[in-house]
T-cell receptor
Framework: EAEVAQSPRYKITEKSQAVAFWCDPI?????LYWYRQILGQGPELLVQFQDESVVDDSQLPKDRFSAERLKGVDSTLKIQPAELGDSAMYLCASSSTKRPTDTQYFGPGTRLTVL | GDSVTQMEGPVTLSEEAFLTINCTYTATGYPSLFWYVQYPGEGLQLLLKATKADDKGSNKGFEATYRKETTSFHLEKGSVQVSDSAVYFCALSDYNAGGTSYGKLTFGQGTILTVHP
């Protein structure tokens, strides 16, 4: 069964450093999502791509976060500089379309700890 | 805006007990409703979904019915097992006010379920 791949699984960094996370969605899935999950809460959307285009980045802190999906396949989420409050699980998900009825498939996540 | 409210947790049950986790939602459009499960050390997995009113989603003995009149999507299982111990998230995906759709999921805060032998 096809899966969403993410790396690294764990990342520890010091505040003010730069970090990057990578996601490879299920082959053929046009829609890719990055969510942030703070411990004890549900995930919240950071950014959504349709192919290579951003369709929703309204909750992305653009002063420090950036995301790209250059060829409409894999994606990178970057934080520069990292802050203590960025410690969380970063989840990538993909779906075949952006219709609300479509299932989103999640990767294992990257757990970020900022010291 | 859209929101999802789950029952306060955590929930602790004995094996073979009946499970209910309450979920209510607020949405501007006509949402699709989902239950996702997160086992320890793993990512989110779809448990079940329903895309229109009165639909019942079911999987692995779990069921939930889309109730538009009460804006609810409660999760039930008749007999839980130790292996069901996990965090359960209710979520919705909706068309936005303009009638187009971006498809993002709005999640509840999650309910921790622990099942003892």
């Amino acid at each position: 069964e096809a899966e969403v791949a993410q790396s690294p699984r764990y990342k520890i960094t010091e505040k003010s450093q730069a970090v990057a996370f990578w996601c490879d969605p299920i082959s053929g899935h046009a829609t890719l999502y990055w969510y942030r999950q703070i411990l004890g809460q549900g995930p919240e959307l950071l950014v959504q791509f349709q192919d290579e285009s951003v369709v929703d980045d309204s909750q992305l802190p653009k002063d420090r976060f950036s995301a790209e999906r250059l060829k409409g396949v894999d994606s990178t989420l970057k934080i520069q500089p990292a802050e203590l409050g960025d410690s969380a699980m970063y989840l990538c998900a993909s779906s075949s379309t952006k219709r609300p009825t479509d299932t989103q498939y999640f990767g294992p996540g990257t757990r970020l700890t900022v010291l | 805006g859209d929101s999802v409210t789950q029952m306060e947790g955590p929930v602790t049950l004995s094996e073979e007990a009946f499970l209910t986790i309450n979920c209510t939602y607020t949405a501007t459009g006509y949402p699709s409703l989902f239950w996702y499960v997160q086992y320890p050390g793993e990512g989110l997995q779809l448990l079940l979904k329903a895309t229109k009113a009165d639909d019942k989603g079911s999987n692995k003995g779990f069921e939930a019915t889309y109730r538009k009149e009460t804006t609810s999507f409660h999760l039930e299982k008749g007999s839980v097992q130790v292996s069901d111990s996990a965090v359960y998230f209710c979520a919705l995906s909706d068309y936005n006010a303009g009638g187009t759709s971006y498809g993002k999921l709005t999640f509840g805060q999650g309910t921790i379920l622990t099942v003892h032998p």
